[in-house]
């Protein structure tokens, strides 16, 4: 099912010759955020991945992005929930001015090995605006209530903080009833 909404920006592709008949990407749903790249592998040669094997998959597109925008290839997450197949390098990014093929680097984390037939709908490609931000160094960072935490800090820090309003709520009946 293609997208009938318009898009926000235009990006031109140039195909090379190895993709010729295969489709260009595109949304499949109307809020779909990712557009399919599908693997431009030669004909009845599939690209067979073995566990633990990874291999960079041609699309045979050139994109040309308006400068200011990337390209993220992502993972399909059907990929890797049936078969352990996903994008290595994840989010790949597509700066505006490569002028390269577009190749998606694909891991085997399954257990059994992963043909890429041609027109395999490989990964998603997120097409997003990028701010360049300017650094300055400072003494040092303020202090936040979340700090220094971080990989899933956040989670326990609210995990202890509803323990915490637990415990005092438990201690303060306690104090009144022992009144």
Known sequence: MRSKAKPALTVKVVRLPHAAGLPLPQYQSA???????????EEGRPLTLAPGGRALVPTGLVLELPKGIEAQVRPRSGLALRHGVTVLNSPGTIDWDYRGELKVLLVNLGEAAFKVERGARVAQLVVVRVAHAQLKEIRAAPATRRGAGGF????????????????????????SKSK
């Open 152 to 175: 899933g800090s956040t989670g326990i820090a609210i995990a202890a903080a509803i323990k915490g309003k637990r415990s005092s709520g438990t201690a303060s009946r306690r104090k």
């Open 31 to 41: 809020g779909a955020a990712g557009l399919d790249l599908v693997a431009a592998v």
